[in-house]
């Protein structure tokens, strides 16, 4: 439902780059393996990459809700992991489709919707998908050497899609340690396999391997103090709820401690079906490891990686493994676990909850349309008129290292909507459709420096515009345009007339005019609703109709 009602079919962030770059070869005829596995950041992201590809050509476009209704379907078919996981570890019921709903409550957070609303979305996904598929390999009854086999594909899999994904390789180590079933020399031999499958692999992925150079170098770890390790590696953990970085350290330490008294209390009687639920939940842990590494150079406690709602679909799985334990534990008639149970889903549920209050999140949602909306009629425009920052939203400067992405986004745009796979691509002429009321320009103020206040409402056949267009007529009567605005300012006098929907119909900016038409007359302004998803233009009423 949210990626019907809000995702907007626009490729954001490093989508302009993977897999812009790999879409666009292969329309031209130009892909090759080394396009495809070419290193982005720290990843090669080979299986991803291959994923969009493959859309792209079934669909005969780039299409970015294709890929988001994509990595929903991908998200279901890891509950169905989790499920058959699940069902061999108890056989009740209600109890599995409790964890179940635990588990998608919390991988389906609404406060990580962002991440939901991005095409590229699977690719973290992957890795978590091999985890637990590993995990369902380890117990099911097969030859051990296929086992290894399989967990190595799995692995290869994980490590091809994401950075993090090498994390698996480490973590599928301990279902062959835990193996109970074989012998000492059988186990030995396939830690040799596993090992030596690993080493090939990595050889291939750090092959022409190159330090992203805006990215800090692991070894720059041993400049953090203790303290803001330890912060860090806890908020990281804790980050299942997004963005509360002194409440994700409480919870993150909450969380491992958990986890740390159960294994503790069960380390001498651990049976296999508790084994793979506290492997799935170091899996987490390892990320966090990982990532303070990797991250915690480049954060600042004002803007800390930890908190990024990224990484809150890797975070699931430690308060699911602590769950799963916590109710097996109390079918086996070991009630001093209950309150315990009890306490800690009462936690989790009261911060999830909070953290998902309705209006606070129907906010959000609404604020990331808009925002993408704007951005792509922006690039969809740039033909008549060039507006940098706005065109910056699709891939932000963060600092000056960054600000080719403005030239890569343009670029990657025109070659993209020449070749007809990105819909419905650029603008090249102007489609007014005439009839009907779409709007007004309520107010044109006159500031200082020759800027303008100006102000007004627009709306489209459906929803409130996308974007927009001031423009003059020049003396040929061809359609100039002096600026593009954002919209999504409320207007109740708006939603009066018309229904709840066009609430946020309201628009303003202020404009230099008088910079541009030297002879401006406020009567010769005109403005028009744009609709980006059909590359229309619709009139607004000025102040003097």
Not at 254 to 280: M, Q, Y
Not at 297 to 314: C, E, F, K, T
Request: charged letters at 15%; one cysteine or more.
């Amino acid at each position: 439902m949210v990626v019907y009602l809000y995702s907007v079919n626009i490729p954001i962030l490093d989508q302009w780059t993977i897999p812009g770059e790999q879409i666009e070869a292969f329309f031209k005829n130009e892909l090759s393996f080394e396009t495809l596995s070419k290193q982005h950041n720290e990843s090669r992201k080979l299986i991803p990459n291959l994923i969009f590809v493959i859309i792209s050509y079934i669909l005969k476009e780039w299409n970015v809700k294709a890929e988001m209704i994509i990595g929903l379907h991908f998200a279901f078919f890891m509950s169905l992991i989790i499920y058959l996981l699940l069902l061999l570890t108890n056989k009740s019921f209600y109890k599995n489709l409790f964890l179940l709903i635990f588990y998608d409550f919390l991988l389906l957070s609404p406060s990580s919707f962002s991440r939901w609303l991005r095409g590229i979305t699977i690719h973290r996904l992957i890795p978590d998908a091999c985890i637990i598929i590993n995990a369902l390999i380890f117990r099911l009854n097969i030859n051990q050497k296929l086992k290894v086999w399989m967990y190595s594909f799995f692995c290869a899999v994980s490590q091809y899609s994401f950075s993090g994904g090498i994390v698996t390789w480490a973590v599928s180590l301990l279902f062959i340690i835990f193996n109970n079933k074989i012998s000492f020399n059988e186990k030995f031999k396939s830690l040799g396999l596993f090992i030596g499958l690993f080493t090939v692999s990595s050889i291939f992925y750090f092959k022409s391997y190159i330090q992203p150079y805006h990215h800090t170098k692991p070894s720059e770890i041993i400049n953090s103090s203790w303290q803001d390790i330890i912060s860090y590696f806890l908020a990281f953990l804790g980050n299942i709820l997004g963005q509360f970085y002194e409440l994700d350290v409480f919870l993150g330490l909450a969380l491992l401690i958990t986890f740390i008294v159960l294994l503790i209390l069960n380390l001498k009687f651990i049976k296999e079906e508790i084994i793979v639920w506290f492997i799935i939940g170091s899996y987490t842990i390892a990320l966090g490891i990982v990532n303070t590494i990797t991250r915690l150079p480049m954060s600042s406690y004002a803007s800390s990686h930890a908190s990024r709602v990224d990484y809150i679909l890797h975070l699931v799985y430690l308060p699911l493994s602590i769950m799963v334990i916590l109710l097996y534990l109390i079918e086996y008639n070991k009630q001093n676990f209950k309150n315990l149970s009890f306490y800690f889903l009462g936690i989790v549920t009261a911060l999830y909850i909070h953290k998902n209050y309705p209006t606070k999140i129907l906010h959000q949602l609404q604020e990331w349309q808009y925002n993408y909306n704007y951005g792509k009629s922006c690039i969809q425009l740039v033909n008549f008129y060039q507006k940098d920052d706005c065109i910056m939203v699709l891939f932000p400067v963060f600092d000056q290292a960054y600000y080719s992405n403005l030239n890569l986004v343009i670029t990657r745009f025109k070659n993209l909507s020449q070749l007809n796979i990105l819909r419905p691509g650029i603008v090249k002429d102007l489609k007014i459709f005439h009839q009907g009321e779409w709007g007004y320009i309520d107010s044109i103020q006159e500031g200082e420096n020759g800027f303008f206040k100006i102000s007004g409402w627009a709306k489209l056949p459906m929803k409130i515009a996308d974007a927009v267009i001031l423009a003059y007529s020049n003396e040929s009567n061809h359609l100039i345009v002096v600026d593009i605005l954002s919209i999504g300012q409320v207007r109740p006098d708006i939603s009066k007339l018309y229904g709840s929907k066009y609430i946020n119909s309201g628009w303003s900016g202020d404009v230099d005019i008088k910079n541009k038409l030297p002879n401006f007359n406020k009567s010769h302004l005109q403005a028009y609703a744009f609709d980006s998803n059909n590359n229309i233009f619709y009139p607004l009423k000025n102040l003097y109709e």
